[in-house]
């Protein structure tokens, strides 16, 4: 499993924050909450850094995720009903900008916390083409 260990002392750091704060607060204060638990425990954090995305060479925009752990793993605190189709389309697009391999969206909803993995993916594959003639 990619960054097995890393992924679960950052699901673990989300546990501890939603029994601390309880669900029903804004997403930002779990994130801040994040920040301050997954630092206790000796990771290092980036919040909100921006990633340039060009087109033929120009400058089009800044992706920008919320935390990157240890320069390894992307993590999106949110508070949603449920994860949705987009939700993991714009991890994909930080995975592909970043060059990170994992992403997780952490949803502090409910007071059963809730993740969900994504992966970078990894070169093209028959689905990525699909023949539009057949």
């Known amino acids: ?7 679960g002392d950052i699901i673990g750091t989300a546990m501890e924050v939603l029994n601390e704060l309880k669900p029903g607060l804004d997403e930002k204060l779990y994130e ?5 638990e997954l630092k206790h425990r000796g990771h290092s954090v980036s919040v909100q850094s921006s990633f340039p995305v060009s087109y033929r060479g120009e400058l089009i925009g800044n992706l920008i995720p919320d935390l ?3 320069d390894a793993v992307i993590v999106d605190p949110k508070v949603v009903s449920c994860f949705t ?14 060059s990170l391999d994992l992403a997780l969206l952490i949803n502090f909803k409910n007071a059963r916390l809730e993740w969900k993995r994504v992966l970078r993916p ?3 594959s028959e689905h990525d083409n699909p023949d539009l003639h057949a």
Do not use: F, K, W
């Open 1 to 7: 499993m990619i960054h097995g260990e890393l992924s």
């Open 32 to 36: 801040r909450a994040m920040v301050i």
């Open 68 to 70: 990157i752990v240890d």
């Open 85 to 98: 189709d987009t939700n993991v389309a714009q991890m994909i697009g930080y995975l592909n900008i970043t």
């Open 122 to 124: 990894q070169g093209p």
